[in-house]
């Protein structure tokens, strides 16, 4: 069965450097999503994206976030200046068509220093 | 952020019984909802959803009930097995009875199934 893959697995940043996370989605799929979840805490829809623009955001994805879709494969998650509370686990989703699920890849864990 | 709440943190079932996972929402405006599994270092696993057109979808062994009045869903896993284990979590969409827009998630039941 396809899945969303998602690299690094762990990434280790100091605090106020820059981080890129990197997903790929199901090939087929034309709807793209990136949550996070912090450590004990509900998992929290950060932005969507569909076309190469952002369809919708959070509170939480500021100036700080960037989304971009580089190539036909590739969907990325900047965070241009990170903080400690930026620490969690990010995960990117991909959908198909709306009437079925949105995939889930297995995360990076982010653990800024 | 309560819009989707899972009451129960946790559940222990025996093995060939029934296991029954709760979750409530407040937004009216919700029309789609979904249930994922997920284990230790991997991601949501999409499990089962309803649209808020029905009132029951049934997979295998799994069921999804959905009460539009009290805005409440649950899972029931019949018979529940070992490998059911797993953390489950509710998660609803508002965008027109289909998972185009973004999920809002509960807080996950902890569900723990013994041989």
């Known amino acids: 069965e396809p899945e969303v893959t998602q690299t690094p697995s762990h990434q280790v940043t100091q605090m106020g450097q820059e981080v890129i996370l990197r997903c790929v989605p199901i090939s087929n799929h034309l709807y793209f999503y990136w949550y996070r979840q912090i450590l004990g805490q509900k998992v929290e829809f950060l932005v969507s994206f569909y076309n190469n623009e952002i369809s919708e955001k959070s509170e939480i994805f500021d100036d700080q976030f960037s989304v971009e879709r580089p190539d036909g494969s590739n969907f990325t998650l900047k965070i241009r200046s990170t903080k400690l509370e930026d620490s969690a686990m990010y995960f990117c989703?991909?959908?198909?068509?709306?009437?079925?699920?949105?995939?889930f890849g297995d995360g990076t864990r982010l653990s800024i220093l | 952020d309560q819009q989707v709440k899972q009451n129960s943190p946790s559940l222990s079932v025996q093995e060939g019984r029934i296991s029954i996972l709760n979750c409530d929402y407040t937004?009216?405006?919700?029309?789609?909802f979904l249930w994922y599994k997920k284990y230790p270092a991997e991601g949501p696993t999409f499990l089962i959803s309803?649209?808020?057109?029905?009132d029951k979808n049934e997979d295998g062994r799994f069921t999804v009930f959905l009460n539009k009045s009290a805005k409440h869903l649950s899972l029931h896993i019949v018979p529940s097995q070992p490998g059911d284990s797993a953390v489950y979590f509710c998660?609803?969409?508002?965008?027109?009875?289909?998972?185009?827009?973004?999920?809002?998630f509960g807080q996950g039941t902890i569900l723990t199934v013994h041989p």
């Open positions: 998660a609803a969409s508002d965008a027109g009875g289909t998972s185009y827009g973004k999920l809002t």
């Open positions: 937004n009216s405006m919700f029309d789609y």
């Open positions: 989703a991909s959908l198909g068509q709306g009437n079925q699920p949105q995939h």
């Open positions: 309803i649209s808020s057109i029905k």
